[in-house]
């Protein structure tokens, strides 16, 4: 672009941009990243802003401006010239977060080494400073980008990705690249509290980002609710106008109102994990090593196929011993003499001799987990799978997170919308698969007696309010592990127990929600210990207090039982039996067949 060619504000901005760089003209501004366990400010991004008065005042208009006329290599260095000189300046201890384009980076012009220059003029260490990639504009050279991050890395700077979800290609960045942070697009935090898909869609990239050793910020974050939601997602970072704005005279202490106790917002119990949510729906077959074999053969698969990033090896038993990381391998191969030295030698002296292995029938929650465990200084993109201890294939850590994403959604689709709680699709899959397997499941049906005159006397509201905490107190009893719980509409619940102990449990439960009476009733209520409402024939009567009703049936006690149909009528009628009988109540009915005339009762009756 030539200035003949340019309109007349294309012009005015070629000048402002070349106004800015060759005086400096910038405004840092430094917004506080908090962390969520500490409660305390635990970074500094800096952000720029051209002069109040240019056209270019707008970061947006200037780095578009910049790039137009290829200045924006020479524009990132003086926009890190400028807050490292300030952030020195204001003597912050904190991380420093500072943005940079990777188009910028990748530009032959760009004048690596500067950077360390800069901090040794402010006092600053590499260490104090993350490198955050922003991706205004697609990666087209990953291998350019990944040698850019390692060069940064190895002087002592960490890595972060802006904007995760946002962008053109974040998933693939964030596997190619991994960072030690990565920030989730303002998108998923925007009123997360009221949206069921964005908070199991942010879990699913704090699960991920664990398994891998990174680090979630959540940004935008701009009103309480938002803030109590990603606090209750075990994030660990976040940034936004509810904790601080933009500012060239940053506060450097957070106002202890604006954190609450930890709150657990999460009520979906996964229950006994189905087949796609076990390590094996992640299988790969891939063709492995022996630990006889040769460098030289190791060399043959990995040329042979360039998208191969590592090799298993296994023994004369088809155990796992190791894997091959094409990485760490082809730069010893590839080196000077490398294939003449190590050629013939066997791969058990070149392999990594602590993979992750696991099993086909590992939950993908526990693999998570298992992998956030590991104490190793560098993450890798594979595991390795096997199946009563014998070689499967292998897994990748980016299948894994669309796995969990997608098992996520589908839950969340299903999800009662008051109490979060699986809904009556999930809730009959798990059931019909117990039946199917004949698992030793006792199902457990609650109910809320007089919650309909409750409704009457005290409104909608409070009402939900009742189902809110019914369902928390439930879930709070259970063993995630292995029961599972859905939330089957209006009052009533399900509990699918496998869990030896549920007498007990169901006794915990009894007990937590007569404690909650005095959060249901005004005082007067529940002096009288109960209220009077009309009823469906236009009567006024005395209803007690809300109690809970719980019906529960055994399915080995019950031969008859072969369909979900069956045991909805055996546990409609345990359930039935339980609201016969006053107060907190517990009834399990046991008998071979549902429609058998003897039965043994064992009953529960609690003081409501």
């Not at 030539?2 to 309109?7: D, F, K």
């Not at 420093?96 to 012009?109: K, M, V």
């Amino acid at each position: 672009m030539t200035l003949a060619t340019m309109t007349q504000e294309e012009l005015r901005h070629f000048h402002s941009l070349e106004d800015i760089l060759s005086q400096g003209s910038l405004t840092p501004l430094l917004q506080p990243i908090v962390s969520l366990q500490q409660q305390q400010i635990f970074a500094y991004e800096a952000l720029i802003r051209g002069p109040s008065a240019s056209p270019l005042h707008s970061p947006l208009n200037l780095f578009n401006t910049a790039s137009r006329h290829g200045r924006l290599a020479e524009l990132d260095l003086l926009c890190r010239e400028t807050v490292i000189r300030r952030y020195g300046e204001l003597g912050m201890e904190q991380k420093l977060f500072i943005n940079t384009s990777p188009a910028a980076l990748l530009q032959d012009d760009y004048p690596h080494g500067l950077t360390l220059q800069f901090l040794e003029e402010a006092g600053l260490s590499p260490q104090q400073v993350v490198i955050e990639l922003t991706e205004q504009y697609p990666i087209d050279d990953y291998d350019l980008m990944r040698e850019a991050t390692r060069h940064y890395r190895e002087m002592g700077f960490s890595i972060a990705i802006d904007d995760l979800g946002a962008g053109y290609s974040g998933l693939r960045t964030w596997s190619e690249l991994k960072p030690d942070f990565v920030k989730l697009d303002r998108h998923f935090m925007q009123n997360i509290h009221e949206d069921r898909q964005k908070r199991q869609f942010v879990q699913s990239m704090i699960d991920i980002a664990q398994s891998v050793g990174c680090l979630v910020i959540g940004e935008g974050i701009e009103v309480r609710q938002e803030y109590l939601a990603a606090q209750g997602l075990d994030m660990q970072f976040a940034q936004g106008y509810y904790f601080g704005r933009p500012s060239r005279y940053p506060q450097k202490h957070m106002d202890e109102n604006l954190f609450a106790q930890r709150q657990q917002t999460s009520l979906i119990s996964p229950g006994r994990p189905r087949a796609n949510t076990l390590v094996g729906s992640l299988l790969t077959e891939l063709e492995p090593l022996r630990e006889s074999d040769n460098v030289e053969l190791a060399a043959e698969h990995f040329q042979r196929n360039l998208k191969l990033a590592a090799l298993p090896v296994l023994d004369d038993t088809n155990r796992v011993k190791g894997i091959i990381w094409r990485d760490e391998f082809m730069t010893l191969y590839a080196s000077r003499f490398g294939r003449e030295l190590y050629g013939r030698k066997a791969v058990q002296s070149f392999m990594d001799k602590s993979p992750i292995v696991v099993e086909t029938s590992l939950p993908l929650k526990k693999l998570s987990y298992q992998i956030t465990s590991q104490q190793s200084p560098q993450q890798h993109s594979l595991f390795v799978i096997t199946e009563d201890n014998r070689y499967r294939g292998v897994g990748s850590l980016m299948d894994l997170l669309r796995q969990i994403t997608d098992m996520q959604i589908t839950m969340a689709r299903h999800a009662n919308p008051l109490s979060g709680l699986p809904g009556n699709v999930p809730l009959s899959e798990h059931i019909r698969e117990a039946i199917e397997q004949e698992r030793d499941v006792t199902v457990c049906y609650f109910d809320l007696d007089n919650f309909k005159p409750y409704n009457d006397i005290y409104g909608y509201s409070k009402g939900d309010q009742v189902i809110t905490l019914t369902a928390k107190t439930l879930t709070e009893h259970i063993n995630t592990e292995v029961d599972f719980i859905g939330h089957v509409g209006g009052d009533d619940f399900i509990i699918v127990f496998e869990s030896k102990d549920w007498q007990q449990r169901c006794h915990a439960i009894l007990d937590a929600f007569s404690a909650l009476q005095a959060q249901f009733y005004s005082l007067r209520h529940l002096q009288q210990k109960g209220i009077h409402a009309v009823d469906r024939h236009g009567r006024e009567t005395f209803y007690p207090l809300l109690s809970l009703s719980i019906g529960a049936i055994r399915l080995r006690d019950f031969s008859g039982i072969s369909t979900e149909t069956d045991l909805a009528e055996c546990a409609s009628k345990a359930k039935s039996k339980a609201k016969k009988m006053n107060g907190n109540s517990l009834y399990q009915l046991g008998r071979h067949q549902c429609d058998c005339d003897e039965e043994t009762v064992i009953s529960v009756k609690l003081s409501g």
